[in-house]
């Protein structure tokens, strides 16, 4: 008994036909083709129509279609450029990326050191005022709490920093009078350091010169800004100079037990004394003189430890003076329960008188700590919005 | 012939390169475009569109199969070409007799030979005419150019199973077709008659 074709049985004989169907699904259909001769003669019509189809005769093109080289082969420089844009691109937004973190690491870590670098004239004070301590136990001028542990392992640092010459003449301040001297270093070793020297007076200093008699010329004396009214002055500074020779005088304070300033010391070969007849010309509008009469306690000028560097010529560059300033009450210098106040730290800073702005940093002055991340960043965001672009036109275009 | 090197040649702008793929192809798809359309100038017509489609694009070809990916290029033009007749109607004024005179690449041997296979190719081509667009795709690719179901699947850009689906009704109506042609057919390519 047959069965009527089912659309199905079209199906399955065509798929038969190209040998597509599964082997299970092809013995069932060939047990059905041996039973329905229906079955099997569509299925012999089927062969018959694939095999005319398959007899289509094959035409010839009436023409070639090759393209004209003239008119084509210039399309090449296309291609490329389009796989340049995405790798430029993508090259572009790598950098980019490396950029902002950059910018962040720097950004870190300038917040992290942004209170040390604006704090560094603090940095010096421990040592500052450690050495007014041990020159005049009498005198205790402490630290607020914000010169604390961290400023004085700052100032460790610095001093590290400044070079052995700082240092040596910083550890010799709390017990001599400075006499500026200027040292002619040779080629190369006047290369190397900036900060030649620490120049500070200790209170004791002070009391040596409570003649009235100012540590500088009286050419070079200046009252101090109105309203500033410090009582005791530790001043520690570093001067580098740089003459027009080649060689690189470098102003270095020493501190001599058995002389003060005025006391003139003779020079010696390669240095140059600074007597206190010899005219000093100050840097700054603010050059201060050392007060007098803080010795004796007498009401008088606010004393002030802060000496200005002078510079040996003209074409000096570098002034280093790292000043602190130890308030005590009622203008009495070292008086008991003096503080370092932070916030007058700046102004108690000499600062002027520098003819290049770029040692602004070496006064104390704290650079702007974003200054450099935010050009990492904006640099960063400009190529990584353009390289995207880039990326972007060159992969739309190659999918066009 | 190297076809990846001529493909790559190609991509760098090298035509020569392509013109040497467009000659080893060129009757392939020339045939398709002809089954597709039925008329060889429009034919001939978006078979050069298409290779000029291929070349602008060449850069999309990601590797693969590089006659399929021809041959769906070559199917897209006839099926704009096939639109835009749709839209705007054509007729022909040449003989309709003339597709006789299509050259055959192989025209067999003597007048009576020709003229049996002319005759094949107008009533083959009178019955893919009535299928749709579609079924003819897949029934030209199959019977007639001899490609598997994986390429055609390919080119027609759809599933196996609608491959197998369209072939099986479109062979359906080309056996009923071709049964009704009868003697027109050369006798050795005859169906029986439907009863």
Redesign the interface.
């Known amino acids: 008994m047959t069965s009527p074709i089912r659309p199905d049985d ?2 399955l ?3 038969y036909l ?1 040998n ?1 169907l599964p082997e299970a699904t092809r013995a069932d259909l060939e047990s059905r083709l041996a039973a329905e001769p229906e079955l099997r ?1 569509t299925l ?3 062969r ?22 003239a008119r ?6 296309w ?2 450029s ?1 796989r340049a844009m995405q790798v430029v691109g993508a090259l572009g937004a790598f950098a980019s990326i490396v950029l902002i973190v950059l910018g962040l690491f720097t950004s870190t870590m300038s917040f992290q050191s942004a209170p040390a670098a604006s704090n560094s004239a603090i940095a010096v004070l421990p040592t500052s005022a450690a050495a007014t301590q041990n020159s005049r136990p009498e005198s205790t001028p402490t630290l607020g709490q914000r010169a604390s542990d961290k400023a004085a392992a700052l100032a460790t640092e610095t001093n590290a920093l400044l070079g052995q010459d700082a240092l040596s003449a910083s550890q010799a301040v709390p017990t001599t009078t400075p006499l500026v001297t200027i040292q002619t270093l040779p080629p190369t070793v006047a290369a190397a350091p900036l900060f030649a020297a620490t120049n500070a007076i200790p209170p004791s200093a002070a009391d040596e010169t409570a003649a009235g008699q100012p540590a500088l010329p009286p050419s070079g004396q200046t009252p101090l800004a109105e309203g500033y009214q410090p009582t005791a002055g530790v001043m520690a500074g570093a001067a580098a100079a740089q003459p027009p020779t080649a060689t690189r005088p470098v102003l270095k304070a020493q501190a001599d037990s058995g002389q003060n300033a005025q006391s003139p010391r003779p020079a010696q070969p390669g240095q140059l004394a600074l007597a206190p007849t010899q005219p000093l010309q100050p840097l700054v509008p603010q050059a201060t003189a050392l007060p007098s009469a803080t010795a004796t306690g007498t009401p008088g000028p606010a004393p002030t430890a802060t000496q200005i560097l002078p510079t040996p010529s003209p074409q000096s560059t570098t002034v280093v003076v790292l000043a602190a300033t130890v308030t005590g009450p009622g203008g009495e210098q070292g008086g008991a329960g003096g503080k370092v106040e932070p916030a007058a730290l700046p102004s108690a800073t000499l600062t002027a008188g520098l003819r290049d702005n770029k040692d602004a940093n070496a006064h104390g002055r704290a650079i702007p700590p974003l200054a450099a991340p935010a050009y990492f960043f904006i640099v960063g965001i400009a190529l990584f919005i353009f390289s995207a672009m880039l990326f972007g036109v060159g992969w739309l275009r ?2 066009l | 012939m190297d076809e990846l090197a001529l493909i790559h040649e190609a ?6 390169s ?2 040497t793929l ?2 080893h192809y ?2 392939s ?3 398709l475009a ?2 597709l359309i039925g008329e ?2 429009a034919a ?1 017509d978006a ?2 569109e298409a ?2 489609s291929a ?2 694009h060449l ?2 070809f990601r590797g693969g199969s590089f006659k399929s990916w021809l041959m769906r290029i070559v199917t897209n033009a006839c099926y704009d070409e096939l639109r835009r007749r749709k839209r705007r109607p054509v007729v022909s004024l040449d003989d309709p007799e003339a597709d006789t005179e ?5 025209p067999g041997e003597g007048p009576e030979s020709l003229a049996q ?2 005759a ?2 107008r009533i ?1 081509q009178d019955c893919l005419d009535e299928l749709s667009s579609e079924q003819r795709l897949v ?1 030209v690719l ?3 150019q ?1 490609y598997d ?1 994986q390429e055609i699947a390919a080119i027609a850009q759809v599933s196996l199973g609608t491959v ?2 369209r ?3 479109a ?2 109506r ?2 009923d077709c ?2 009704d042609a009868g003697e027109l ?1 050369p006798e050795s ?1 005859r ?2 008659q439907r009863e």
């Open positions: 079209f199906e004989l065509s798929a190209d597509a003669a012999d019509s089927l018959t129509t694939i095999r005319v189809l398959r007899a289509a005769p094959t035409l010839r093109p009436p023409r070639n279609f090759t393209l004209d080289p084509y082969s210039r399309r090449a420089p291609w490329a389009y190659s999918r | 991509q760098r702008g090298n035509v020569s392509f013109n467009i000659l060129q009757t798809a020339y045939n002809y089954r060889p100038e001939a078979t050069q290779f000029i070349y602008a850069m999309q299509l050259q055959l690449v192989s296979l002319n094949l190719n083959i029934t199959c019977d007639v001899g179901y197998k689906s072939i099986s009704r062979r359906q080309l056996r071709l049964q057919l390519y169906l029986n």
